[in-house]
Structure formats: C-alpha cells, structure tokens
C-alpha cells in the first residue's frame, strides 16, 4: 500500500498564497505521476495540475500562470505552490499519485485525505 499526507491547506485572503505539499510513503517500487486535485461543496472533483517523472506538467486553464507544481523524486513528494489566489479556488485540495507497489503489479492510483484550502473575498 501508498500512504499519502497533505499539509499546508489553511484560511488566506484572496490575492495570497499557499503551499501544499504531499509525501508519499510506503510500499512503493515506482511513482509515475503524482498532482493535484480540488472539490468545491456541490461540485465534482477536478484537476489541478499534475507532473509526471520526467518532469512534464499539465495544469486546469483556471490555475495557469498562478500555481505551479513541482516534485521531489528522491523525497517522493509534491508540492503546489498557489499564489494570487480566488475565492473560487477554495475547495478540499486531494494529493493523488500513480504508482506500482512491485515491478509485476499495475499502476494504482491512491489518495491523500484532502486539506481544505479557504480563500476569503
């Protein structure tokens, strides 16, 4: 199994930024792509930004050219650097990765439990 823990979530006005990071732990034997997803109350989870191992990054339009997403391979862990942050960015942020547990095992996705992100107008 992959443990995933988030931290950095918190209350911040709008115009401000926050850091999320996520570090992943346990059986892992590979990690392909590891990112970011959000949920606001009453809607469905979507894509924030993802990066894969080698390096490459794919972001939602709504976040382009304020969050940037970055990883630490030899930490296993992901990051989410968010600035000029909207009151439409607050949602539950979920830490996801995709990784193999064995060499003869199937990419798996786990989860992270979430951390809230609040941005006040």
């Known amino acids: 199994q992959v443990q995933l823990v988030e931290s950095g979530g918190g209350l911040v006005q709008a115009g401000g930024s926050l850091r999320l990071s996520c570090a992943a732990s346990?059986?892992?034997?590979?990690?392909?792509?590891m990112g970011w997803y959000r949920q606001a109350p009453g809607k469905q989870r979507e894509l924030v930004a993802e990066?894969?191992?080698?390096?490459?990054?794919n972001y939602a339009d709504s976040v382009k050219g304020r969050f940037t997403v970055s990883r630490d391979n030899a930490e296993n862990t992901v990051y989410l650097q968010m600035n000029s942050l909207k009151p439409e960015d607050t949602a539950v942020y979920y830490c996801?990765?995709?990784?193999?547990?064995?060499?003869?095992?199937?990419?798996?996705?786990?989860w992270g439990q979430g951390t809230q992100v609040t941005v006040s107008s």
């Open positions: 990066i894969v191992s080698g390096g490459s990054t």
């Open positions: 996801a990765t995709t990784a193999k547990t064995a060499p003869w095992t199937s990419p798996f996705i786990y």
């Open positions: 346990g059986s892992i034997f590979s990690i392909n792509t």
